[in-house]
């Protein structure tokens, strides 16, 4: 009888599930509320200040009363369309990339062995170091922006793939060796499954790189893009744009 009660008493999964939801959303909303009033503060800061007043279009209200306008003239979403297209590649590129040397270095000995080293090093150049050879060695300022973009994404996927796959049981591959499973049904039976959570937070943190290396990599070359925007806009003094 205690039990019943007791049973009857707790909340619902439903009813837990929606809480936890709130609860997110009010505090993913409660920080964009101190983003924004930062940055309305930075703005006001600068439009009272004389030496300052003519970046004063950085503040908020400039910025998304400019909106409509960027939306109507069809400059937002051209854009958007360009970065999204040049972005989507280069992360795609990655992730065929990344996951099958996850793969390796994470099977392998001798291979992670090998390529640890080369490959701590290559990861921390920053990716832009790349622009140089990009330009060279790729026919157009498309490609070379999607190549710097998959230079910077490759690593989160390949190496959170590695850490996937070292944390998995040996015993696992050799039971299924035993039991006759071929190389194809250890990748798709054990691996893949084992794998899949760090994968995707990989391509997570792959994605948020990327962001942050198209926007300085559309400056170069190219006429459309989020960051061909932003540097068209600061040459020509509309900071609201």
């Known amino acids: 009888m205690a039990a019943e009660i007791s049973s009857n008493q707790a909340p619902p999964a439903a009813y837990a599930m929606l809480v ?11 920080g964009l509320g101190i983003l924004f009033a930062l940055w309305w503060f930075g703005g006001w800061l600068l439009e009272t200040n004389p ?15 400019a909106v409509p306008y960027m939306v109507q003239s069809g400059t937002l979403l051209d854009a958007s369309q360009a970065s999204g297209y040049r972005l989507g590649i280069g992360l795609l590129l990655a ?29 921390m150049v920053s990716p832009l170091s790349w622009e140089p050879i990009a330009v060279i060695a790729m026919p157009t300022w498309d490609q070379a922006i999607i190549f710097l973009i998959s230079m ?3 690593w989160p996927v390949a190496f959170a793939t590695s850490a996937g796959l070292a944390k998995l049981d040996p015993a696992w591959f050799k039971v299924a060796r035993n ?30 790189v990327a962001w942050i290396v198209i926007v300085p990599a559309e400056f170069l070359g190219i006429t459309s893009g989020l960051g061909y ?7 020509n003094l509309m900071y609201a744009d």
């Open 20 to 30: 936890m939801l709130l609860r997110r959303v009010f505090f993913s909303a409660v």
């Open 51 to 65: 030496a300052t007043m003519s970046f004063a279009d950085f503040g908020p209200f400039p910025t998304f009363d």
């Open 95 to 123: 992730i065929i990339t990344g996951i099958p040397i996850g793969i390796l270095m994470g099977r392998s000995k001798v291979f992670r062995k090998l390529s640890n080293t080369p490959f701590q090093f290559l990861r």
């Open 152 to 154: 910077a994404a490759v």
């Open 179 to 208: 039991l006759g499973a071929s190389w194809w049904n250890i990748l798709k039976e054990i691996i893949f499954p084992a794998i899949a959570f760090d994968v995707l937070t990989g391509i997570r943190l792959a994605l948020g």
């Open 229 to 235: 925007t932003i540097q068209d806009s600061r040459e």
